[in-house]
């Protein structure tokens, strides 16, 4: 696990119910198998399926086992404050952030404008798109790559409205054009658990990360 240090924030743009299906003439004494309650799961509401897995704790967040991906986090220089954490891989990167949410209400539909305006006003293109946890972004932004060449990085934005916060996610790379190689990343964010926390907070403010005990420097 590594985590890098940055003063800015990376150039990213950045329901489960059961149904109940009665066959027709089907026995009434037969019970429909409950499907497995996919995540992101809240801390308070936390399945025992989902307990037993074993994860890294960052404080509002906390992350199963990612196979083939590093996990790192972005830390403002100025402040020590963790920004953000990142599964990466070669050929693309997950960025994950919690927010505090009223508790009935739907942050994803007033921030996702916002967000929008913002990737439009730095000259860029931002399409909407439906996915599985409902309306996602597709933005594209002009961008300077490192052999000075121009080029367009591509991110996808998936908000996720749980009890009192709000998961966003942002595929950057590959997984953020390619849906069927985006499908296990997407998977992974079903085993992730938010950890709002009691205490009142205004709505829209980042949950705060910490970093973990087996967290090393990468200068």
């Given at each position: 696990?590594?985590f890098r240090r940055k003063s800015?924030?990376?150039?990213?743009?950045?329901?489960?119910?059961?149904?109940?299906?009665?066959?027709?003439?089907?026995?009434?004494?037969?019970?429909?198998?409950?499907?497995?309650?996919?995540?992101?799961?809240?801390?308070?509401?936390?399945?025992?399926?989902?307990?037993?897995?074993?994860?890294?704790?960052?404080?509002?967040?906390?992350?199963?086992?990612?196979?083939?991906?590093?996990?790192?986090?972005?830390?403002?220089?100025?402040?020590?404050?963790?920004?953000?954490?990142?599964?990466?891989?070669?050929?693309?990167?997950?960025?994950?952030?919690?927010?505090?949410?009223?508790?009935?209400?739907?942050?994803?539909?007033?921030?996702?404008?916002?967000?929008?305006?913002?990737?439009?006003?730095?000259?860029?293109?931002?399409?909407?798109?439906?996915?599985?946890?409902?309306?996602?972004?597709?933005?594209?932004?002009?961008?300077?790559?490192?052999?000075?060449?121009?080029?367009?990085?591509?991110?996808?934005?998936?908000?996720?409205?749980?009890?009192?916060?709000?998961?966003?996610?942002?595929?950057?790379?590959?997984?953020?054009?390619?849906?069927?190689?985006?499908?296990?990343?997407?998977?992974?964010?079903?085993?992730?658990?938010?950890?709002?926390?009691?205490?009142?907070?205004?709505?829209g403010e980042a949950l705060p990360?910490?970093?973990?005990?087996?967290?090393?420097?990468?200068?």
């Amino acid at each position: 696990m590594k985590f890098r240090r940055k003063s800015a924030e990376p150039q990213s743009a950045a329901d489960d119910g059961i149904d109940a299906v009665d066959a027709a003439g089907a026995d009434a004494s037969t019970e429909v198998p409950a499907e497995p309650v996919a995540g992101p799961y809240d801390a308070d509401e936390l399945p025992d399926e989902a307990a037993a897995v074993e994860r890294v704790d960052l404080g509002s967040i906390a992350l199963a086992p990612f196979p083939g991906r590093e996990l790192r986090l972005q830390v403002d220089e100025s402040t020590g404050a963790v920004q953000a954490a990142l599964l990466t891989a070669e050929d693309g990167a997950l960025e994950l952030r919690a927010f505090a949410a009223p508790r009935n209400g739907d942050l994803w539909g007033d921030v996702r404008p916002q967000l929008a305006t913002d990737v439009q006003s730095r000259g860029g293109t931002v399409t909407e798109r439906e996915g599985r946890w409902g309306t996602e972004l597709v933005c594209q932004l002009a961008v300077q790559l490192p052999d000075g060449q121009a080029g367009t990085q591509v991110s996808r934005i998936i908000g996720i409205n749980g009890p009192r916060w709000l998961l966003r996610a942002t595929l950057l790379g590959r997984p953020a054009v390619d849906g069927d190689y985006a499908q296990s990343w997407e998977d992974g964010l079903t085993d992730i658990v938010v950890r709002r926390g009691a205490g009142a907070m205004p709505v829209g403010e980042a949950l705060p990360l910490t970093l973990p005990p087996q967290a090393q420097r990468v200068q």
